[in-house]
């Protein structure tokens, strides 16, 4: 693998730890916090995915 995939694959191992542990936030607090907690890592976990994707099949 290259240097460019490993940094991506982290990068979407670590965004999508961070959907889940705000998804898991947003639910423990009843929904009375943003959803942005959410949507944010979620947005750059589907950017950087796709991005290693790309990448992989090359």
Same mark, same amino acid.
């Given at each position: +693998? $290259? +240097?460019?995939? #490993?940094? !991506?694959?982290? !990068? $979407?191992?670590?965004?999508?730890? %961070? $959907?889940? %542990?705000? @998804?898991?936030?947003?639910?423990? #607090?009843? @929904? #009375? *916090? #943003?959803? @942005?907690?959410? *949507?944010?890592?979620? *947005?750059f976990l589907l950017a950087f995915g796709g991005w290693y994707r790309q990448i992989k099949?090359?």
């Amino acid at each position: +693998m $290259t +240097m460019k995939k #490993n940094i !991506l694959l982290v !990068l $979407t191992i670590i965004f999508i730890v %961070l $959907t889940f %542990l705000g @998804g898991a936030y947003v639910l423990l #607090n009843h @929904g #009375n *916090v #943003n959803a @942005g907690y959410t *949507v944010v890592p979620m *947005v750059f976990l589907l950017a950087f995915g796709g991005w290693y994707r790309q990448i992989k099949k090359k």
